[in-house]
């Protein structure tokens, strides 16, 4: 059962990655899987919320950030050497390798994990967002394909982790905030103004 189920991620796998591959896929998706590139996007994300967001957004960026921690150590710290899954591009020859392979394991993707985890967490809380919040999470978890480093089983594993953490996460910011006395809430740049809570759940 095992070993039918790995060869239908390896097949899955060699489709994405040579049959599907194009110019326009070769430069796009290392774009969108680079590390340093998606740092910067949350950073500035972060940032921006916490500038232009009122308190209940401002302390749901905190929850972004412990979710980002947990994904990332449970991902890639605990259970990629417990499994211990090697990556394809270690094992399989002849496939379209765009980035540097790495050294590390292979499942759950923790790419995948992060991305999604951080999709389900806004998407709780903003549900008009959760369409191309979710179209982000699946570009970044598909674009490890197509560079070669994960197996679709990966990506699954990581996407299903990432999602969990990230409703959790969502699930205990609503207890936190309703108990929360409303003295202890970070200041707000917006306050005194009527401009409403981008992610009050009113609206969803």
Same mark, same amino acid.
């Given at each position: 059962m095992l070993e039918t189920l790995s060869e239908i991620d390896k097949s899955i796998f060699l489709f994405v990655n040579g049959n599907l591959a194009n110019p326009i896929t070769d430069f796009i998706m290392p774009v969108i899987t680079n590390d340093w590139g998606l740092r910067v996007v949350y950073a500035l994300a972060m940032v921006t919320l916490l500038i232009t967001g009122k308190a209940r957004l401002r302390w749901l960026v905190l929850?972004?950030?412990i979710t980002l921690l947990l994904t990332d150590q449970i991902s890639a710290g605990y259970l990629k050497p417990l499994i211990a899954r090697v990556r394809p591009c270690h094992v399989l020859t002849d496939i379209n390798l765009l980035v540097d392979c790495g #050294? #590390?394991?292979a499942m759950p993707s923790?790419?995948?994990a992060n991305v999604f985890g951080q999709a389900a967490l806004f998407s709780y809380h903003y +549900? +008009?967002?959760?369409?191309y919040l979710c179209l982000i999470a699946v570009l970044v978890a598909l674009s490890r394909l197509f560079v070669g480093v994960h197996y679709p089983g990966d990506i699954l594993a990581g996407?299903?982790?990432g999602a969990v953490i990230g409703l959790l996460l969502a699930v205990g910011f609503d207890r936190f905030h309703k108990r929360m006395p409303r003295r202890t809430a970070p200041p707000n740049v917006n306050e005194g103004t009527n401009a409403p809570d981008p992610i009050d759940r009113r609206d969803s």
């Open positions: 929850f972004s950030a #050294g #590390g394991y923790t790419h995948a +549900r +008009r967002a959760w369409w996407a299903v982790l």
